[in-house]
């Protein structure tokens, strides 16, 4: 399998639960990225890692916690959502965060909190 | 800071017709540009990209032409189908930044 996976494609979850979305790289890339979705927002830069170190952290509540074990792969872990982080979660990846180089996007996930 | 601008949506266009949309930026560096596309319940696919002022960046008949004294992007299509149908964004990645800076995207709807 190649690119960027992204599992799973749709969750639906309660504000006391706590999931796992997972993001999977097959590309050799360094650097990997979340992204928020929102219906009719910008694109909202969540968090960035390089070489599995987090390289910014764009004022996310702690609600969200990401983790990076290596450059392949990429966790947003999530505990006690609100109704309003309902959106499509995104992960990129690219060569290197600091190369003027494109990312490439998995498919999304999408989170529904009730 | 840099920062994209894109033209509000939707577009509505009928199959054949010709496409632009709009896009132009603020930039510290020689930022790279790009456009990407987003199908329905899909993630965000590269489309075309230009790394330095007058580069063409051309994909499936789509083209957009680095223009560094407008400090703009448009894209355009010749002849759209039904299944252009997407959200378009546009992008640039500028030295020093930790990630893509995107605009807001713009809703193109192709009406058969």
């Known amino acids: 399998e190649t690119g960027v996976t992204q599992t799973p494609r749709h969750l639906v979850m309660g504000m006391t639960n706590k999931k796992s979305l997972k993001c999977e790289q097959h590309l050799g890339h360094n650097a990997m990225y979340w992204y928020k979705q929102s219906a009719k927002k910008p694109l909202e830069l969540m968090f960035v890692?390089?070489?599995?170190?987090?390289?910014e952290n764009n004022s996310v509540p702690s609600r969200f916690s990401p983790e990076c074990p290596n450059s392949s792969h990429l966790f947003l872990h999530l505990h006690t959502l609100q109704p309003e982080d309902s959106a499509l979660y995104l992960c990129?990846?690219?060569?290197?965060?600091?190369?003027?180089?494109?990312?490439?996007f998995g498919q999304g996930t999408r989170l529904t909190v009730v | 800071g840099d920062s994209v601008t894109q033209m509000e949506g939707p577009v509505t266009l009928s199959e054949e017709a010709f496409l632009t949309i709009n896009c132009t930026y603020t930039a510290t560096g020689y930022p790279s540009l790009f456009w990407y596309v987003q199908y329905p319940g899909e993630g965000l696919q590269l489309l075309l990209k230009?790394?330095?002022?007058?580069d063409k960046g051309s994909n499936k008949g789509f083209e957009a032409t680095y223009r560094k004294e407008t400090t703009s992007f448009h894209l355009e299509k010749g002849s759209v189908q039904v299944s252009d149908s997407a959200v378009y964004f546009c992008?640039?990645?500028?030295?020093?930044?930790?990630?893509?800076?995107f605009g807001s995207g713009t809703r193109l709807q192709v009406q058969p």
């Open positions: 992008a640039l990645s500028d030295t020093g930044r930790r990630a893509l800076t």
């Open positions: 990129a990846s690219s060569q290197d965060h600091r190369a003027l180089t494109e990312a490439f």
């Open positions: 230009a790394t330095k002022a007058d």
């Open positions: 890692y390089s070489l599995e170190e987090r390289v």
